[in-house]
């Protein structure tokens, strides 16, 4: 089945506990990005990727690295976890551009005390 | 980045079809328009895309005018599982790009 997947779906930590939030596409899909959605905000873009190696900023990288080191897996990293990003988060991937067809994954809910 | 503008919200009851218009007065020539539909806690699913005119497929139509400054989004005959969040998107369907969702409008169907 195609699809893209996140592990953890649910994490609890404290502030400055290093953490990464796993994602991984079956469908060979060049494009991937993470999005983090808080009430009253929407999805903001967090990092996308292009290709292996090639990754960019969104609208809100701050306090987040990326990595693609495989065309499959597209890892989100929190060096040192702070309250204000608990949230939301959606990893997609897509075939073509940004714009064409993404495919979300399930989510993982992130709460930092 | 072409910008857009969608009412925050809209009701409806079932068996009605349902509008959503989109406004994005900034758009690129080289621009696509794409809806997604959200659920509480799950991640959005694309509806559907167009560029220009009238585009169809099995769950919603999408209307573009001349001008592209704005595009609809048809529902038709709602039901109540069509209540969810519907993000509009502009942007270039290929190359480097962010993707801005916005805050979308929350559809609301009722019996």
């Known amino acids: 089945e195609a699809q893209v997947t996140q592990n953890p779906r649910y994490l609890i930590t404290v502030t400055g506990k290093k953490l990464t939030v796993t994602c991984s596409q079956n469908?060979?899909?060049?494009?991937m990005s993470w999005y983090r959605q808080d009430p009253g905000l929407g999805l903001r873009q967090i990092y996308y990727s292009m290709n292996v190696e090639v990754t960019d900023k969104g609208d809100v990288p701050e306090g987040y690295k990326v990595s693609r080191k495989e065309k499959r897996n597209f890892p989100l990293i929190l060096e040192s976890p702070s309250p204000n990003q608990t949230s939301l988060y959606f990893c997609?991937?897509?075939?073509?551009?940004?714009?064409?067809?993404?495919?979300f994954g399930p989510g993982t809910r992130l709460t930092v005390t | 980045l072409a910008k857009t503008t969608q009412p925050i919200s809209m009701d409806s009851y079932e068996g009605q079809e349902v509008n959503i218009t989109c406004s994005h007065n900034n758009i690129a020539t080289n621009d696509y328009i794409t809806w997604y539909q959200q659920f509480p806690s799950q991640g959005p699913r694309f509806i559907i895309q167009?560029?220009?005119t009238k585009v169809t497929n099995e769950v919603a139509s999408l209307f573009i005018p001349a001008d592209r400054k704005s595009s609809t989004l048809s529902l038709p005959r709602v039901s109540l599982s069509d209540t969810a969040v519907y993000y509009c998107?502009?942007?270039?369907?290929?190359?480097?790009?962010?993707?801005?969702f916005g805050k979308g409008t929350m559809l609301l169907v009722s019996p």
């Open positions: 469908m060979n899909h060049e494009y």
């Open positions: 997609a991937s897509s075939p073509r551009g940004l714009s064409y067809e993404q495919y």
């Open positions: 167009g560029y220009k």
């Open positions: 998107l502009v942007g270039a369907n290929s190359g480097y790009s962010t993707l801005t």
